[in-house]
């Protein structure tokens, strides 16, 4: 029988999103550290994008197919439920974690500090800055929400959560957005509670090296 390779740096969100979509179906696989734009990641992601994925003869490129073809095409726990309108409720929040939480939290905000760009490769305080207004806001919607019910699309962990957790704990690691998430019971309580659980911690990225 084939395994699963996931194939991409396990310090991206995404990786980690599909890593954990893999160890809550019970989906054993292998991780293929690869940064984008290099051959084995080009050879299925026409932009160069991480996570990739390969299973015999299936390669699928984007996070979200990949996580399709593990629910579709493995046993247990359905990471989006079965009926309609609870189904539309998870896809809702996938959506709102790629396109509004993904941008907010770690393009503006987690790269800045990451991925400088600047002569010396310090974060620059005017980009952390212009960053801070959206991350707020945004942490201040996933607050309200995750109040309501406790989990990012309704009673139980979902897809939504498994987007969600790996943007807010690299948030975490960094000074503004972790006072943020401090202020933010809700979050900060939840957030705690997706780290310890087994999918998220087993495939926890390894943390960053100390300074200095
Ligand atoms: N929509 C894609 C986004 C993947 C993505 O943006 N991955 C980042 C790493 S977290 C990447 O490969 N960036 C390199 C680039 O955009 O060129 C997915 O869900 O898989």
Not at 10 to 38: D, F, M, Q
Not at 170 to 182: C, G, T
Not at 186 to 208: E, F, H, I, W
Request: proline share 11%; net charge neutral.
């Amino acid at each position: 029988m084939a395994q699963v390779e996931i194939i991409g740096s396990p310090l991206s969100n995404y990786v980690w999103s599909v890593r954990i979509a893999c160890a809550e179906k019970g989906v054993p696989h292998v991780s293929r550290p690869a940064r984008p734009h290099t051959p084995e990641v080009d050879a299925i992601h026409p932009l160069g994008r991480i996570p990739v994925m390969r299973h015999g003869d299936v390669s699928l490129f984007e996070s979200r197919a990949i996580c399709a073809y593990l629910d579709r095409a493995f046993e247990g726990p359905m990471l989006v439920p079965g009926d309609a309108a609870q189904a539309a409720g998870v896809e809702q929040w996938v959506s709102f974690a790629i396109t509004a939480a993904d941008p907010a939290i770690v393009r503006a905000y987690v790269l800045a500090y990451l991925f400088p760009g600047t002569p010396d490769g310090a974060p620059d305080p005017k980009r952390v800055a212009a960053a801070l207004p959206a991350l707020e806001k945004l942490l201040g919607v996933l607050d309200a929400q995750i109040g309501k019910a406790g989990y990012l699309a309704g009673a139980s962990f979902t897809l939504a959560d498994i987007y969600l957790v790996p943007m807010l704990a690299v948030a975490n690691r960094l000074p503004e957005s972790k006072q943020m998430l401090a202020g933010s019971a809700n979050l900060s309580g939840y957030l705690q509670r997706q780290l310890a659980r087994d999918s998220v911690k087993s495939t926890a990225p390894p943390p960053p090296p100390p300074k200095g």
